[in-house]
């Protein structure tokens, strides 16, 4: 719910795209100014436009050498203007919610969820590009420092937290998920039963919660550190991105597509390409685990933290864990080739990303599916989807009433409550489908995760 309500905000509140949404209320303390952040060690994905940063639980004070005068970072923020976001009523049987910001109004809906209030008051506080310069003439890095020593055996790239958006006053969010269908209703008490996520239905957000973050990135040679400019950009990223492009090239989507569909294919069958090579037993073990880590996101963090860290060292990592549910995995891992254990982890990261693009609610239903087998013809549905543009243009479509026929209601009515918590409101009785506040990276990261489930699965 927290990450639902940031994202709200981000888009909002910053048009430019300056800020990124922090995910996790846990975490939100890891995110205020002078805070270091490394870089997750690939693409954005495309669904999944933004960085992924990680927290590292230090500052930019904890690794400098002490200062002649022995001042700290702190209190060094500056105020900006204040911003309120609130609720104003929520009154449509479909789920429709009606916003009101200042200076502007918006209307937002969602076919599947409901939201019920919230009013959030917040302001800006941030780093000067001059105290940061001064910074950097006074105070030299601590290269002794152990998590300076980690960074430099490897590549990870750090970034340090230059502005923030944050709660002004204590807030609370509120939200219930649409059950106007009686079988929908039942379902989603049943996959909550099975699951052992908690669902909460309201978040109390306190005050001086951070709510997004902006950050430069921090570069460091013998000593002496500096950021590239004080703006939101990564000099680093082109030669990332060109990279990509290269290991792409001669991967041709083949088929006919419209929109953004064959963008999508790309990317999802490059980064799981390493997933049909496998034999059966090891489709199994992974297809075991990342069922289980669907229905725990501590389980999923560890899994995702594991083989971003895989990716990172380039001497080799062991892999360890206390968790049951990850042990058979880990150690077939461990004995795989160096280069054939890159391949696996980049293409289990890929999916663990997929999935925590969507609800909790939407991974409980992905696993009924594949209980119900019936994954496939739900891809074909979101592949159809992706064939109208979802970024931009928010009016009505036809939907090939093929695709939503089922051969049990239920199954049809969980693909409908599946499809519409990504932002797509199905009209069956009209054959038609009506995207909510430009869905499409919502439907391609469903699209991922059903493409994943298909290929581990083993199912046609």
């Known amino acids: 719910m927290f990450k639902k309500l940031t994202k709200i905000i981000v888009n909002q509140m910053d048009p430019c795209k300056e800020l990124d949404p922090v995910k996790s209320i846990a975490d939100q303390e890891h995110f205020r100014p002078f805070c270091l952040l490394i870089k997750k060690k690939k693409s954005n994905r495309i669904f999944h436009r933004a960085p992924y940063y990680q927290r590292t639980g230090f500052t930019l004070d904890d690794v400098l050498l002490p200062g002649e005068d022995g001042k700290s970072t702190e209190s060094l923020h500056q105020d900006s203007n204040q911003f309120t976001l609130t609720k104003v009523r929520a009154d449509e049987v479909d789920g429709g919610l009606s916003i009101s910001f200042d200076p502007a109004s918006v209307e937002l809906k969602g076919g599947a969820s409901l939201f019920k209030g919230f009013s959030v008051k917040s302001k800006k506080n941030g780093i000067s590009q ?16 152990s998590f300076i020593q980690q960074l430099q055996r490897t590549d990870i790239r750090l970034y340090v937290v230059t502005e923030i958006l944050e709660a002004s006053e204590e807030a609370v969010y509120e939200e219930s998920t649409k059950a106007d269908r009686g079988f929908k209703a039942k379902i989603y008490a049943t996959l909550h039963a099975k699951g052992t996520r908690e669902n909460n239905q309201a978040i109390v957000i306190p005050k001086g919660c951070t709510l997004a973050f902006r950050t430069v990135p921090l570069h460091i040679r013998d000593g ?33 597509s419209a929109g953004k569909l064959v963008e ?43 083989m971003d860290e895989v990716l990172e060292e380039n001497d080799g990592y062991e892999l360890k864990t206390e968790s049951p549910d990850l042990k058979e995995l880990f150690s077939t891992l461990q004995q795989s080739p160096r280069h054939h254990l890159l391949q696996l982890a980049e293409g289990i990261t890929y999916v663990l990303d997929a999935l925590q693009e969507l609800t909790e609610d939407q991974l409980l239903l992905l696993l009924e599916s594949l209980e119900r087998k019936i994954v496939s013809q739900q891809l074909n549905l979101v592949e159809n989807l992706l064939k109208h543009d979802l970024e931009y243009v928010m009016r009505p479509f036809p939907v090939n009433a093929r695709l939503l026929s089922f051969q049990h209601e239920e199954d049809q009515m969980l693909t409908i409550a599946l499809v519409e918590l990504s932002g797509v409101q199905l009209l069956q009785e009209k054959g038609s489908a009506i995207p909510r506040d430009e869905p499409f990276e919502a439907v391609a990261a469903l699209f991922v995760a059903l493409y994943a489930l298909i290929l581990l699965s083993g199912s046609k």
């Not at 001059?130 to 420092?145: P, T, V, W």
């Not at 703006?231 to 001669?250: C, H, I, P």
């Not at 090579?277 to 075991?288: A, C, G, H, M, T």
């Open 264 to 306: 999508v294919r790309t990317e999802v069958r490059y980064s799981c390409r390493i997933f049909p090579e496998l034999s059966p037993d090891r489709l199994l073990i992974i297809l075991n685990t990342i069922k289980a880590v669907m229905t725990d996101e501590n389980l999923l963090q560890e899994l995702s933290q594991k």
């Open 224 to 256: 002496a550190h500096g950021v590239s400019n004080f703006q939101k950009m990564d000099y680093f990223q082109d030669e990332d991105e060109d990279n990509v492009v290269e290991d792409r090239q001669g991967y041709v989507d083949d088929g006919p």
């Open 130 to 145: 001059q105290y940061l310069e001064a910074l950097r003439r006074e105070r030299k890095i601590n290269m002794d420092h």
